[in-house]
């Protein structure tokens, strides 16, 4: 019997009503033959409500008091899904993560998955039930609550899928696929009938927002087929049309024609840059600027070093927007320890990406990207680069006009 995990997100489970939809969706899925586990977020804007109330208490929240917080939104969804399945004479019953056990480290808000003992949720499938389990969160050696970062549930989804060797790991959200950039943006975004899990992979952690990057990476590593759908759609609608609709996130060896040189334009608001100005310029400095801001566990994206002018050198990088002000206090005693002249930084700053892997076999994408952005009076701070793909760092202000500029340069709107 096929073994198939659904993941809906907060839209998916946003009221009772979309429950109940879920509910019968899964039903349906059930009642074709299919083994089920479930893993639903939290109801949509549970979670900020959640960290919210913790920051009335504490300005900086401790982080295994939030992740004990924040962790109950998702026990409330499988409850709630459970009951509605009950209520139509299903099988179910759910599990918190700590209860399976998903076991994973103790970097709390930021934890990651290390195991997962599938021998309880087999034997559920095996007599028949539904087995419903919190996304976003495992428990550590210690017992403790971590949770897994935002959009941590599509991680925990594909975690499970791997560990259990599910046929698929089908993704509900509230678009119905992976578009070749937002469509908010660009009105003539195009939805990807199929998405290698490396363009995936780039565009995910470019700042997309439709699965979170970690669980792209467990995808492809562990050879889970999975599909981006939408829940948004009838319930009941013919199995075979829901089983083929959305995008497939594919592997490259298994797409029957020549990819498309870009699939896709990712940006990001959510960009701040820090540069440490009169650097000396001796081996070691790089660690001793970055290690810092790694302890702090802030995470590091685009990287420049300028040349050496008599011995001095400027070092510049990005971390997210929400980490600017932790980064720049790092780097202030890090200023006096390594004989730097001064920090300064601007949060007010995007990235845009380009990202196909048909890159690896045409030349000139980077030159008509430059093109395109100059001709639209577009000034770039920032480069890096890799095999099939290229992001610019930019003013916050022109992103949208760079996103639709550069859509139009590469034909995206055409099958």
Request: aromatic share 6%; charged share 25%.
């Amino acid at each position: 019997m096929a073994l198939i995990v659904h993941k809906y997100g907060g839209t998916s489970m946003g009221s009772t009503d979309r429950i109940k939809n879920v509910a019968a969706r899964v039903a349906k899925w059930h009642d074709a033959g299919y083994q089920i586990v479930v893993v639903p977020s939290a109801m949509s804007g549970e979670t900020n409500r959640l960290i919210g109330l913790a920051k009335q208490i504490m300005d900086q929240p401790d982080p295994r008091e939030l992740d004990m917080i924040a962790s109950t939104g998702e026990q409330v969804s499988v409850g709630l899904l459970a009951m509605a399945l009950l209520a139509i004479g299903k099988q179910a019953v759910s599990y918190a993560g700590w209860q399976v056990a998903i076991k994973t480290d103790s970097s709390f808000t930021k934890a990651r998955i290390q195991s997962i003992d599938d021998a309880k949720v087999r034997a559920d499938l095996d007599a028949g039930k539904i087995v419903i389990i919190t996304g976003f969160q495992g428990v550590d050696d210690e017992d403790n609550i971590a949770t897994l970062g935002r959009g941590g549930s599509d991680t925990s989804a594909v975690a499970i899928a791997a560990a259990m060797k599910a046929d698929e790991c089908l993704i509900y959200t509230d678009v119905d696929g992976v578009y070749t950039t937002d469509p908010r943006v660009v009105e003539e975004a195009r939805r990807l009938k199929t998405i290698t899990f490396e363009e995936m992979l780039e565009l995910a952690s470019l700042g997309s927002k439709v699965l979170q990057s970690r669980s792209v990476e467990f995808a492809g590593n562990y050879r889970v087929p999975t599909r981006v759908l939408s829940s948004l759609t009838d319930p009941l609608m013919p199995l075979e049309e829901e089983a083929r609709s959305g995008t497939l996130i594919s592997f490259e060896e298994d797409t029957k024609m020549e990819q498309a040189v870009i699939s896709g334009i990712a940006f990001n608001r959510d960009e701040a840059k820090i540069t440490i100005l009169g650097v000396p310029d001796k081996p070691g400095v790089a660690y001793h600027i970055l290690g810092p801001v790694a302890d702090a566990n802030i995470e590091v994206d685009m990287i420049i070093q300028n040349q050496s002018v008599e011995g001095k050198t400027d070092f510049t990088f990005t971390v997210s927007r929400g980490e600017y002000q932790k980064a720049m206090g790092v780097l202030e005693g890090v200023k006096t320890e390594i004989g730097a002249a001064s920090v300064a930084g601007d949060a007010k700053v995007s990235k845009v990406s380009v990202v196909g892997v048909g890159m690896r076999s045409h030349v000139g994408v980077a030159s008509q990207m430059f093109r395109t952005l100059s001709e639209e009076g577009i000034n770039i701070l920032m480069i890096s680069t890799s095999e099939i793909k290229i992001s610019v760092l930019i003013d916050e202000k022109y992103m949208e006009l760079a996103v639709r500029a550069l859509h139009k340069a590469f034909e995206l709107e055409n099958e």
